[in-house]
């Protein structure tokens, strides 16, 4: 059984960039579901005693098993993302803004090009910052419940871009957000 990670800061905390309404709705409804769901579907089978990481490489491209890759995915996916936010977030550390600037040019160039991949998102899914195998810091996107974590990379910031993360604050200006997020709320550990 797995349990929902508690918020590390007040819901109220995050405002004006992300509302304690949107934050009731998107911990409180959408990342409990995915919790709810994915012990629903694992109880009694094989999946039962293992990590959500074990579960989501056992389960990645399997059909058999999409609706446990869905929701276990989407429950670590918003565990992530809800650890790497704060409020008067911003920057990076000196040893960061150092590796991102040899990969990207600077930190506003990384922004930019980070945004971008948010935009280009088609429909719901997450924009993430990732390590590859090789250790070479890389902006992606991947959509619906889909993680880097599936696929071999290491994430190290996101911003989750499906609608119910920011409609209530921002409709439909998903850049908006993203720059609200980037700017103001991203923790970096
Ligand atoms: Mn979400």
Known sequence: MFEMIALPYNPA??????????????????????????NNLIKGTEFENMTLEEIIHRTVGKEEYTAIFNNAAQAWNHQFFFEHLQANGGEPG???????????GSYQDF???FKQ????????????????????LLVL??????????????????VDVWEHAYYLD????????VDAV???LWKWQ
């Open 117 to 136: 991949n948010a935009l280009s998102q088609f429909g719901s899914g997450w924009a993430w910052l990732a390590e590859d195998p090789s250790g070479k």
């Open 141 to 158: 996107k991947t959509p619906n419940a889909d993680t880097p974590l599936a696929h071999g990379y290491k994430p190290l910031m996101t």
């Open 13 to 38: 905390e995050l405002a004006p960039y992300m509302s304690e309404e949107t934050l009731n709705y998107h911990y409180g409804k959408h990342y409990k579901t995915y919790v709810e769901n994915l």
């Open 182 to 184: 980037t700017n103001h």
């Open 94 to 104: 000196p040893e960061m803004q150092i590796r991102i600037a040899k990969q990207f």
């Open 170 to 177: 921002y409709q439909n200006r998903r850049g908006d957000f």
């Open 111 to 113: 922004l930019k090009e």
